[in-house]
């Protein structure tokens, strides 16, 4: 059973950093993939960064602003958000699966950028 517990999720100031961190536990073979989603109040979930397969992907966004990154055997993934804006406050999700094909999801953690 894959379980991906979020975690680094706040309050901060517009123009500020916030980092998230999503471990994995249990994870099967089949995945090769982990991605950030976000779903702010009223809109639907978006994809935020996703990194596995040998790829890197950005929201159109969130480009030159946030960073994925993984570490730990492949067990742990990072979200650095630089440069928050108030529209960045959202619900922030880990998810892992395959490319695009994402199965597992995390609990959620909030992320609020007060103007």
């Known amino acids: 059973q894959v379980q991906l517990v979020e975690s680094g999720g706040g309050l901060v100031q517009a123009g500020g950093s916030l980092r998230l961190s999503c471990a994995a536990s249990?994870?099967?073979?089949?995945?090769?993939?982990m991605g950030w989603y976000r779903q702010a109040p009223g809109k639907e979930r978006e994809l935020v960064a996703a990194i596995g397969a040998g790829r890197i992907n950005y929201a159109d966004s969130v480009k030159g602003r946030f960073t994925i990154s993984r570490a730990n055997a492949q067990n742990t993934v990072y979200l650095q958000m630089n440069s928050l804006k108030p529209e960045d406050t959202a619900v922030y999700y880990c998810?892992?699966?395959?490319?695009?094909?994402?199965?597992?999801w995390g609990q959620g953690t909030q992320v609020t950028v007060s103007s």
């Open positions: 998810a892992a699966g395959r490319w695009a094909t994402y199965i597992y």
């Open positions: 249990g994870i099967a073979s089949s995945i090769n993939a």
